[in-house]
């Protein structure tokens, strides 16, 4: 049986290597962090296009059921006055992206894919038709292919091109945080977005508990991390000047705060080296104003599996993917800059889908 390496468990991976396990591949995550969960105190929403990806490997009833629906977006301008509903057409799913690694590293297990944690990818090299793959610890491993579904600062991405380009940082910071029980509550099915003076604003309530909640603002990019209560105050800083609900929101926020800088990834020329091949945000990382990272790396995952079934070798099976991904891909990463380069303008329509 075919055997893929897959170096991230994070969503890319894990949909990954289910997507390969429907159609009678087997692989083996490698993942570098302890447990997988980066970045986890973030959450999303999964799109249309991502949800179909889940139907068609069977995992969308367990991410229904780890979620709650989003149908309806409240557009509001810094008082927080009503500038505009729209529908979320077709609806989307929100869930904390801790909830939706457990999901699919659940639905990974259950179907046999192994899960090596632990385990930092530091090279790999085409050797005897298949691939070596060198990991931080000293250790070895051989398989028929490679899938970097290693994030952001993908490794795989720089072994197929050395000059591969590097993240490109968007100028901006994001905050994600849940503020106590009645702040700012919405319909639980339902996101307000607020056009700041100096930022942008998101929340809602998706059960009886806490408002989630998001920031994005202007700024200088970070080089050290900032802790909880200082994300905090550069977030009230931030909308001091509004009478809109995001302070009374941050405010009732304990230490359930994290923040990154945003980067996105507006084209990476190599795609994939006919043993090795990038998926997710290695291959097309967005910023996260479009609200389409997972669902890319969920729609990725199903189109490689999909073009690994079809007659020919690994390269036509690689040439057919990139045909398919790359330029929805790649239209939704530039969609999602132009929505962060318009700060707290309103947007003319909804953003493209990859």
């Known amino acids: 049986m075919t055997t893929a390496l897959i170096a991230g468990g994070g969503i890319a991976g894990t949909a990954t290597a289910i997507a390969l396990r429907t159609v009678g591949i087997s692989s083996v995550i490698y993942e570098a962090y302890p447990s997988g969960g980066e970045d986890a105190g973030a959450f999303l929403t999964i799109m249309h296009n991502g949800m179909a990806a889940l139907h068609e490997i069977e995992a969308d009833q367990a991410v229904i059921d780890a979620s709650y629906p989003a149908n309806a977006v409240s557009l509001l301008d810094a008082s927080g006055s009503l500038l505009e509903q729209r529908a979320i057409d077709p609806p989307g799913r929100t869930l904390t992206r801790a909830a939706l690694y457990r999901v699919l590293q659940g639905e990974a297990t259950r179907r046999g894919v192994r899960i090596d944690h632990g385990r930092r990818l530091v090279n790999a090299t085409v050797e005897d038709g298949g691939i070596r793959a060198s990991f931080a610890d000293g250790s070895v491993v051989h398989g028929d292919f490679l899938v970097g579904a290693d994030g952001l600062h993908s490794v795989v991405r720089h072994v197929i091109d050395p000059d591969a380009p590097r993240p490109r940082y968007t100028g901006q910071h994001v905050v994600y945080g ?3 029980e009645g702040r700012g509550r919405t319909a639980p099915d339902a996101y307000h977005m607020m ?32 802790r909880p209560e200082d994300w905090q105050r550069r977030v009230l800083d931030m909308f001091r000047d509004d009478s809109g609900p995001a302070a009374e929101i941050v405010a009732a926020t304990g230490d359930t705060i994290v923040g990154s800088n945003s980067y996105d990834i507006p084209t990476t020329p190599k795609w994939h080296n ?3 091949v990038l998926a997710g945000d290695a291959a097309h990382a967005a910023s996260p104003a479009a609200a ?35 330029e929805p891909t790649e239209e939704t ?20 889908t990859g």
């Open 292 to 326: 389409q990272g997972a669902s890319m790396a969920l729609a990725d995952a199903v189109a490689l599996a999909r073009c690994l079934t079809a007659p020919g070798d690994l390269r036509n099976a690689f040439d057919t993917y990139e045909l398919l991904r790359r």
């Open 274 to 276: 006919g043993s090795m």
């Open 333 to 352: 990463v530039a969609a999602s800059a132009q929505l962060s380069s318009n700060g707290t303008r309103p947007p003319a329509g909804p953003p493209a």
């Open 195 to 226: 056009f700041g003076s100096r930022a942008f604003f998101g929340y809602t309530t998706p059960s009886a508990g806490r408002t989630w909640w998001f920031a994005r603002f202007n700024a200088t990019e970070l080089t050290q991390r900032i």
């Open 178 to 180: 849940y503020a106590a």
